[in-house]
């Protein structure tokens, strides 16, 4: 019989919920610092499969196992999954002809998704017995799965990522002792709970994170002098600085450069670098030198004395040479409080005090809300070539938002520059042109949607033997001052990709190419932007804020040679991760399909449960659906708002849980139909203000920033609670045995919807997903409304 369950059990189960939500974060950390960003995403579908798969145990086995049990496995499963990941090496890069590997991920998944099976099952238990108050142990895992989201970032922040992963076990042992009703049981959990917080604080270093042996810092690692100087982990990024003296990181350096290159320690975030920290004073006679051999130093002879804003600036050698170049004052924007607090604090001096210099000052903000901020306007704005060299093939980063090179980005920045100011983009060459040719055409988007009628005239770009960068003035170039770029490029032996009064003889003297194709590139797009960038082989379309996705360049007629090529290249996923969320997308069908079929299944054979309508199938799919096409576009637009991706999805998460949770307790006060119609509504309201609402809270400090996200999350979150709830008891009176069938379609749906929802991002922007979550949710209403039918 159902029976409304006890105060102190919807307690132990917000407890185990938290958990299982604070393992979520914890282990997306965990994937995007060991192996990129593609595999963190992957914790989002196996999160909501394991639901499904719970459905599936519950109908085959209608009397779950106890509740102290399945908390005592959570926690188990958890330990076993931090040992899998740290001691089954996976190489993500050999899967393409080694099988092993394929088998090795395939246990990855299994580890990583065993908690949240258990905790799912758990919590499907509950909704079980429940029967009609079925809304008060949902709003219960709603509430306690919000909570801990703050408590990941503040464990990682506290602690170190093995440490945070270990709170995550002791939670869901405290939750067994809760649900245990004996006493020697109930002690030896609380006793066992102990212990494992005992390592959250003394974590031995066996249990560390093995990163794999492709990212930049574990190559760094294998110099043979290099040594880990430090190693520490934020709420939102984890920083490691390697000394060696194999380190030298001079992005675009003349070949004519005679300098000796200063010393340099290699910084990281989540693994991925460097970041040269530079051993080079300003006011040093070598800085002026080797200042005046980097392509940024055009700019700085241009525009003597600029005051000068840098983007982007990583661990400060684009300060250091803009500031022997000649620049009066630099603006540095903040994208990451502990690099700055490492360069500050324990490698002030290695980078010769640099934040000390009066000339410098930190911005509060990160880049886009400093280039939207009020203030005196700059000579110069520079996008900083901040990441290493990404060859276009691997396709790892192709999934990373980046709002720093889109349209609306560079329009910002062209705004902020003085009546004679310059606009100064660096990027990496690629063969074929990629990165480099997609900046240009951002950047003629930019100029274009600032009224700029002949782009030409203020445009310059020109290349060494690795990188390209462009510069666009506010006003026209005189003749003077291409002179003085044609002194700068026979100087450092820079090529010229393209100049307003360009003639062919210029072209291609010093880095001599077969075919100057960056220059035949540039000088189409200028052309015709359409036709061109229609044309290339790779996607060059310029990056919006609606569709961040700088790095995303696959085309769908790439396909043939990418698989042409599958494992005879050392690049992964051959040429785009968009073939990793198509594989992903294959996979959480294959599962999703029949964990969401099995259920009723069973049901049809077993007697004395009535079925249900399809309706009721289509009801709960559409929530399923809905819920993720809501979520993953919202994570990732925030991300522009609150500047960094782990903290977007965080509070997005923690608002539209914590949102739900009480949706769904006072869901049997609220009216289905009108409630569903209301969250259409509102997330048809939301895809059209958040551009403008995002852009005008940007220059805020972050207390007026989180204010406004959680103002306009909590209500979409709310209404989104209460459709599930208010559907179990709808489908409690009809069917009560169907409760399972129920919660396995939900979770089946929304492993598919995840990945589906990523996809329709990148192809058609945030905006259309959300459409598409309201429209989910307007076939809910559709299926609600036949059921007295």
């Given at each position: 019989?159902p029976r409304p369950?006890?105060?102190?059990?919807?307690?132990?189960?917000?407890?185990?919920?938290?958990?299982?939500?604070?393992?979520?974060?914890?282990?997306t950390?965990?994937?995007a610092?060991?192996?990129?960003?593609?595999?963190?995403?992957?914790?989002?579908?196996?999160g909501?499969?394991g639901?499904?798969?719970?459905g599936l145990?519950?109908?085959?086995r209608p009397r779950h196992?106890p509740?102290?049990?399945?908390?005592?496995?959570?926690?188990?499963s958890?330990?076993?999954?931090?040992l899998?990941?740290n001691?089954?090496p996976?190489?993500?890069?050999?899967?393409a002809w080694?099988?092993r590997q394929l088998?090795?991920l395939?246990?990855?998944?299994?580890?990583a998704?065993?908690p949240f099976?258990?905790s799912?099952w758990?919590?499907?238990?509950f909704?079980v017995?429940?029967g009609?108050s079925?809304h008060?142990p949902?709003a219960?895992?709603?509430?306690?799965?919000?909570?801990g989201?703050?408590?990941a970032?503040?464990?990682?922040?506290?602690?170190?990522?093995?440490?945070a992963i270990?709170?995550t076990a002791a939670?869901g042992?405290?939750s067994?002792?809760l649900?245990?009703?004996?006493r020697?049981?109930r002690y030896?959990?609380?006793?066992?709970a102990?212990?494992?917080?005992?390592?959250t604080f003394?974590?031995?270093?066996a249990?560390t994170?093995?990163l794999?042996p492709y990212?930049?810092?574990s190559a760094?690692l294998l110099?043979?002098?290099?040594?880990?100087g430090?190693?520490?982990?934020?709420?939102t990024a984890?920083?490691?600085v390697?000394e060696?003296?194999?380190?030298?990181?001079?992005?675009g350096?003349?070949l004519n450069a005679?300098?000796?290159l200063?010393r340099?320690?290699?910084?990281f975030?989540?693994?991925d670098?460097p970041?040269?920290?530079?051993?080079?004073?300003?006011?040093?006679?070598?800085?002026?030198?080797?200042?005046?051999?980097?392509?940024?130093?055009?700019?700085y002879?241009?525009?003597?004395g600029?005051?000068?804003?840098?983007?982007?600036a990583?661990a400060?050698?684009?300060a250091v040479?803009a500031?022997?170049?000649?620049?009066?004052?630099?603006?540095l924007?903040?994208?990451e409080?502990?690099v700055r607090?490492?360069l500050?604090g324990?490698?002030?001096g290695?980078s010769?005090w640099?934040?000390r210099?009066?000339?410098l000052?930190?911005?509060?903000?990160?880049?886009?809300?400093?280039?939207?901020?009020?203030?005196e306007?700059?000579d110069?704005?520079q996008?900083a070539?901040?990441?290493?060299?990404?060859?276009?093939?691997?396709g790892a980063?192709s999934?990373?938002?980046n709002f720093?090179?889109?349209?609306?980005?560079?329009?910002?920045?062209y705004?902020?520059?003085?009546?004679?100011?310059l606009?100064?983009?660096?990027?990496?060459?690629?063969n074929?042109?990629?990165?480099?040719?997609?900046?240009w055409?951002?950047l003629?988007?930019?100029?274009d949607?600032?009224g700029?009628a002949e782009?030409a005239?203020?445009?310059?770009?020109?290349?060494?033997?690795?990188t390209?960068?462009?510069?666009?003035?506010r006003?026209?170039?005189?003749?003077?001052?291409?002179?003085t770029v044609?002194?700068?490029?026979?100087a450092?032996g820079?090529?010229?990709i393209f100049l307003?009064?360009?003639t062919?003889?210029?072209?291609?003297?010093?880095?001599?190419l077969?075919?100057?194709i960056?220059?035949?590139?540039f000088?189409?797009v200028m052309?015709?932007?359409?036709t061109?960038i229609?044309?290339?082989?790779?996607?060059?379309q310029?990056?919006?804020?609606n569709?961040?996705?700088?790095?995303?360049?696959?085309?769908?007629r790439?396909?043939s040679?990418?698989?042409?090529?599958?494992?005879l290249?050392?690049?992964?996923f051959?040429?785009?991760g968009?073939l990793?969320?198509l594989?992903?997308l294959a996979?959480m069908?294959?599962?999703?399909?029949?964990l969401?079929?099995?259920p009723?299944l069973v049901?049809?054979r077993?007697r004395?449960?009535r079925?249900?309508?399809?309706?009721f199938?289509?009801f709960?799919?559409c929530l399923?659906?809905?819920?993720l096409?809501?979520?993953?576009?919202?994570?990732q637009?925030?991300t522009?708002?609150?500047?960094?991706?782990?903290?977007s999805f965080?509070?997005?998460?923690?608002?539209?849980l914590l949102g739900?949770g009480?949706?769904?307790l006072?869901?049997p006060r609220?009216?289905?139909r009108?409630s569903?119609?209301s969250?259409?509504?509102?997330l048809?309201?939301s895809?059209?203000?958040?551009?403008a609402?995002t852009?005008?809270?940007?220059?805020w400090a972050?207390?007026?920033?989180?204010?406004?996200?959680?103002?306009?999350?909590?209500?979409?979150?709310?209404l989104?609670?209460?459709?599930f709830?208010s559907?179990?008891h709808?489908?409690?009176?009809?069917?009560?045995?169907?409760?399972?069938w129920?919660?396995?379609?939900?979770?089946a749906?929304s492993?598919?919807?995840?990945v589906?929802a990523?996809?329709?991002?990148?192809?058609?922007?945030?905006?259309?997903t959300?459409?598409f979550?309201?429209?989910?949710y307007?076939g809910?209403?559709?299926a609600a409304?036949?059921?007295?039918r």
């Amino acid at each position: 019989m159902p029976r409304p369950p006890s105060p102190v059990d919807l307690f132990a189960l917000a407890l185990l919920s938290a958990a299982t939500l604070a393992f979520e974060v914890v282990l997306t950390r965990f994937f995007a610092i060991q192996q990129f960003h593609h595999f963190a995403f992957v914790v989002i579908s196996l999160g909501v499969m394991g639901s499904a798969a719970s459905g599936l145990l519950l109908a085959l086995r209608p009397r779950h196992p106890p509740l102290e049990s399945l908390s005592l496995a959570f926690a188990l499963s958890v330990a076993l999954a931090d040992l899998t990941i740290n001691f089954l090496p996976f190489d993500s890069y050999a899967i393409a002809w080694d099988p092993r590997q394929l088998f090795i991920l395939i246990n990855y998944f299994l580890a990583a998704g065993a908690p949240f099976l258990l905790s799912g099952w758990t919590v499907g238990a509950f909704l079980v017995n429940a029967g009609p108050s079925a809304h008060r142990p949902y709003a219960a895992n709603l509430i306690g799965s919000a909570l801990g989201l703050p408590l990941a970032l503040a464990s990682m922040e506290l602690l170190n990522g093995a440490g945070a992963i270990w709170l995550t076990a002791a939670l869901g042992l405290l939750s067994a002792a809760l649900f245990s009703q004996r006493r020697l049981a109930r002690y030896s959990l609380a006793l066992l709970a102990a212990f494992a917080l005992l390592l959250t604080f003394r974590t031995p270093s066996a249990l560390t994170l093995r990163l794999s042996p492709y990212k930049p810092l574990s190559a760094a690692l294998l110099a043979p002098d290099a040594r880990l100087g430090l190693s520490r982990w934020g709420a939102t990024a984890r920083v490691d600085v390697v000394e060696s003296g194999s380190t030298h990181v001079f992005p675009g350096l003349s070949l004519n450069a005679d300098v000796e290159l200063p010393r340099q320690v290699a910084l990281f975030v989540d693994g991925d670098g460097p970041l040269p920290i530079t051993a080079l004073s300003p006011e040093d006679p070598a800085a002026a030198e080797l200042a005046a051999s980097m392509p940024t130093a055009l700019a700085y002879q241009l525009r003597p004395g600029a005051r000068a804003l840098i983007l982007d600036a990583g661990a400060g050698l684009e300060a250091v040479l803009a500031l022997a170049a000649g620049a009066d004052h630099i603006d540095l924007s903040n994208e990451e409080p502990l690099v700055r607090e490492t360069l500050v604090g324990s490698y002030a001096g290695p980078s010769q005090w640099l934040f000390r210099d009066p000339r410098l000052t930190l911005l509060p903000q990160a880049a886009r809300g400093a280039l939207r901020s009020d203030g005196e306007p700059y000579d110069i704005i520079q996008f900083a070539l901040r990441d290493a060299f990404r060859p276009v093939t691997s396709g790892a980063f192709s999934l990373n938002e980046n709002f720093l090179f889109t349209v609306e980005s560079m329009a910002d920045a062209y705004r902020r520059l003085r009546a004679d100011g310059l606009l100064v983009i660096t990027r990496w060459l690629g063969n074929p042109p990629s990165e480099s040719a997609k900046a240009w055409a951002t950047l003629l988007g930019a100029l274009d949607a600032e009224g700029v009628a002949e782009p030409a005239a203020h445009l310059i770009a020109f290349r060494s033997m690795r990188t390209a960068t462009m510069i666009a003035a506010r006003r026209p170039l005189s003749a003077g001052e291409l002179a003085t770029v044609r002194a700068f490029l026979h100087a450092n032996g820079f090529d010229p990709i393209f100049l307003p009064d360009l003639t062919p003889g210029e072209l291609n003297r010093s880095n001599i190419l077969p075919q100057d194709i960056y220059h035949e590139l540039f000088a189409a797009v200028m052309r015709d932007p359409k036709t061109a960038i229609a044309e290339n082989g790779f996607n060059l379309q310029p990056s919006t804020d609606n569709q961040p996705f700088f790095f995303h360049f696959f085309r769908w007629r790439q396909t043939s040679e990418v698989l042409a090529t599958l494992g005879l290249t050392w690049q992964p996923f051959g040429g785009s991760g968009y073939l990793t969320l198509l594989l992903l997308l294959a996979v959480m069908l294959l599962f999703a399909v029949p964990l969401a079929v099995a259920p009723a299944l069973v049901f049809r054979r077993r007697r004395g449960i009535r079925p249900v309508s399809g309706r009721f199938a289509l009801f709960f799919l559409c929530l399923g659906a809905g819920y993720l096409f809501v979520e993953v576009p919202l994570i990732q637009r925030f991300t522009l708002l609150l500047e960094r991706p782990s903290l977007s999805f965080s509070l997005v998460l923690f608002c539209l849980l914590l949102g739900s949770g009480f949706g769904s307790l006072l869901s049997p006060r609220l009216e289905l139909r009108r409630s569903l119609a209301s969250l259409v509504g509102m997330l048809c309201l939301s895809a059209a203000l958040l551009p403008a609402l995002t852009r005008w809270a940007l220059p805020w400090a972050w207390p007026g920033r989180f204010a406004l996200a959680a103002l306009l999350l909590l209500p979409s979150g709310f209404l989104m609670g209460v459709p599930f709830a208010s559907g179990l008891h709808k489908l409690v009176s009809r069917s009560p045995g169907s409760v399972p069938w129920a919660w396995a379609i939900n979770g089946a749906v929304s492993g598919v919807s995840g990945v589906a929802a990523a996809m329709v991002s990148l192809d058609l922007g945030f905006a259309a997903t959300l459409v598409f979550g309201a429209l989910a949710y307007a076939g809910a209403w559709i299926a609600a409304r036949t059921w007295g039918r």
